[in-house]
């Protein structure tokens, strides 16, 4: 089985709120890493966490890890139209694996 | 120009048919993976490469096989295609560097239909 799972499946918010998606893995990780996927297009990397850090900020990204917990979670601040994608959380301890991702639906 | 290239992006063949789907980078990344993405669904482990000569199996092995004889090139062949293997499939390295500690880069995918 995968080893990340996203939640929610989907989200839907308007323009300007915060989005907060979360993913939770099974097994020890050395890094968790955070892509987005444009409907149709590959994965784009938008912010890696490693796993002696709990908090990582990149632009309008928040990323918090707990590795007590096994969690993640993203959140986007001031949501936007082209924030519309899917997002995964990829798991790298001996190979990189991806959850089902969160389908994020911004409405202008 | 320096990235990773897939080809074909579009591929329709019939079942039973051997195909074989190119991925190609240039940065001499250590590790190449083979991921499928069913519609509305995740991406799938098929097969990742540590290196040249190197390769082991992911989630779902079963109907693929690959090669890697050199490091920039990490063909994906299916055997005898069947309609479960219709798919899009992304191929993606990550530079080994300090271990794991950085981002894995995708090519555009292949979209494989099996008729």
């Known amino acids: 089985s995968q080893q990340g799972e996203e939640d929610p499946q989907a989200l839907s918010i308007q323009e300007g709120e915060n989005a907060t998606m979360n993913c939770s893995y099974k097994t020890s990780i050395n890094n968790l890493q955070w892509y987005r996927q444009n409907s149709g297009r590959g994965l784009v990397h938008l912010i890696l966490?490693?796993?002696?850090?709990r908090e990582k900020h990149s632009g309008r990204l928040r990323v918090t890890l707990d590795t007590s917990k096994k969690s993640s979670s993203l959140l986007i601040t001031a949501s936007r139209a082209a924030d519309t994608a899917s997002y995964f959380c990829?798991?790298?301890?001996?190979?990189?694996?991806f959850g089902e991702g969160t389908q994020l639906t911004v409405n202008p | 120009d320096a990235g990773i290239t897939q080809s074909p992006r579009y591929k329709i063949t019939e079942t039973g048919r051997q195909v074989t789907l190119m991925c190609h980078q240039t940065w001499s990344h250590s590790y190449m993976f083979w991921y499928r993405q069913d519609l509305g669904h995740g991406l799938r482990l098929i097969y990742y490469s540590a290196a040249a000569d190197i390769t082991d199996k992911g989630e779902v092995p079963d109907g693929y096989v690959v090669s890697r004889s050199k490091t920039e090139n990490f063909p994906l062949t299916l055997e005898s295609a069947t309609r479960s293997q219709t798919s899009v499939y992304f191929c993606a390295s990550i530079e080994q560097g300090i271990f794991w500690n950085t981002e894995a880069f995708f090519g555009q995918g292949t979209r494989l239909t099996v008729v």
């Open positions: 966490i490693r796993s002696n850090e």
């Open positions: 990829g798991t790298s301890g001996s190979r990189l694996t």
